[in-house]
């Protein structure tokens, strides 16, 4: 269950109180002096959907769990969940089974249960308003169009500041629909531009739970910025 590999840490350094409900063991993280980290991947369950473009988010989460040695095995608040320490800041790790279009339905009462101030929630999702394989850290924002961000957002009572790790994934060539370009599958230099993204998001992801969205923010938008600039020109339908 999420958490309980941490309760003796937290007993420990927490000021807060831990209750206990029937089938979690929650804590009140605002009066923590560690506070927990929620990083989510938006995504779309089921094989058919694997390795799509809209499915960059999930990889990402699968990719820093596999990591960090973190099994997704518990299904709670219509999500696959896992936990884990990161450099001692537990993380909790979730992968919405709602389909993208409902993700917040699985977002935001998670967040809600576990009293995570939205600052310490982050969510992956694939942008196409970058070019392929380029990250963006951000501390809040719009949806940009994106049906599950809209999810999300409306789930947090319309509230945006919340983290986002954007993936880019290009746009469509010509007239191609968007909505059918993201459920296709990257061809194979999308998919080693994706592979390559993925590996350095999960370095982002543990440099945000060591040392905190600012900083991880400041480093990481500095050095994609010019993979933005190299990525210029190339097609965006990823070949």
């Known amino acids: 269950m999420p958490w309980n590999r941490f309760m003796p840490f937290l007993s ?5 109180t831990v209750q206990t409900s029937s089938s ?3 804590f009140s993280s605002s009066f923590s002096p560690i506070q927990p ?42 999500a696959l969940l896992g936990e884990g ?3 001692g800041v537990p993380v909790l790790l979730a992968k919405p089974q709602t389909y ?16 995570l101030p939205l600052n310490r929630v982050l969510v992956a999702f694939d942008d196409m308003d970058l070019p392929c394989g380029v990250l963006r850290l951000q501390p809040k924002g719009g949806s ?38 993201v459920l296709q599958k990257f ?23 060591a040392r905190g969205l600012t900083e991880a923010a400041k480093l990481t938008n500095a050095d994609q910025k010019y993979k933005h600039l190299r990525s210029h020109g190339i097609q965006t339908n990823d070949d």
Not at 12 to 16: D, G
Not at 59 to 77: E, K
Not at 187 to 209: F, P, Q, W, Y
Request: hydrophobic content about 35%; aromatic content about 10%; overall charge positive.
């Open 12 to 16: 420990k350094c927490c000021t807060s």
């Open 24 to 26: 979690y063991s929650s």
């Open 37 to 78: 980290w929620l990083f989510v991947g938006l995504g779309n369950p089921g094989e058919k959907y694997q390795s799509t473009r809209h499915n960059v988010g999930f990889d990402m989460i699968d990719a820093f769990a596999q990591s960090q040695g973190i099994p997704l095995t518990t299904h709670y608040f219509k």
């Open 85 to 87: 320490m990161v450099d």
């Open 100 to 115: 993208m279009n409902l993700s917040g339905e699985s977002v935001g009462p998670l967040a809600a249960y576990y009293k």
């Open 144 to 181: 940009g169009r994106h049906n599950g961000l809209k999810s999300v957002i409306y789930h947090f009572r319309k509230n945006r500041e919340f983290c986002r790790l954007r993936i880019g994934i290009g746009r469509p060539a010509g007239q191609m629909d968007p909505k059918a370009f």
């Open 187 to 209: 061809n194979r230099t999308g998919r080693e531009r994706i592979d390559s993204a993925v590996r350095e998001g999960v370095d982002i992801l543990k440099m945000v739970a």
